[in-house]
């Protein structure tokens, strides 16, 4: 024997459902303002020999995302240092960092990590020392440079 739901207890369910869905706010669309007047919308250059992105962005974009930089410091020889935080793994394992080359400037370079003791990283290549990295942000700009939000 089968079993019939009354229309309305089906109907109250919907309507339930419906509230929950729009009264969550995680679910909801954000608004994108556009650039501040005079100020040049960001863009992806990608280069076409590396493949690898360069990423310049507006100041409202790097406030929404909250990039924060630190240096890279040098260590013992021809080793660097760097925090943690910038240290950024894709798909094949291999091991990048952000670096802003100039304000509003990001780009992807590679580095060959030795060693990650304390929350700190020790390469022996990537960007030389007083190079800044992006600390906080780096996986935003990660989706930004392969479109994964589209």
């Known amino acids: 024997m089968t079993s019939l739901k009354s229309p309305r207890r089906i109907s109250l369910a919907a309507v339930v459902c419906a509230a929950l869905a729009f ?6 669309t954000p608004a ?8 040049a919308p960001a863009k992806v250059e ?3 020999d590396t493949g690898i ?3 310049t962005l507006t100041q409202r974009g790097i406030d929404r995302l909250e ?3 630190e240096p890279v410091t040098a260590g013992s020889g021809t080793e660097i240092k760097l925090p943690y935080g910038a240290l950024m793994y894709d798909a094949n394992g291999k091991t ?3 670096t802003n080359p100039a304000p509003r400037v990001y780009e992807r370079q590679e580095l060959a990590v030795s060693r990650v003791e304390a929350g700190v990283v020790t390469a022996t ?5 007083g190079t800044q990295v992006v600390t906080v942000g780096a996986a935003e700009l990660f989706g ?3 479109n994964t939000g589209k």
């Open 144 to 146: 930004a440079e392969f």
């Open 96 to 98: 990048w960092v952000y």
């Open 67 to 69: 990039l924060k930089t």
């Open 125 to 129: 290549a990537g960007p030389p020392a």
């Open 46 to 48: 990608k280069n076409a």
């Open 32 to 39: 994108v303002a556009p650039p501040a007047a005079g100020e």
């Open 53 to 55: 992105a360069k990423l």
């Open 23 to 28: 009264s969550l706010p995680g679910c909801a």
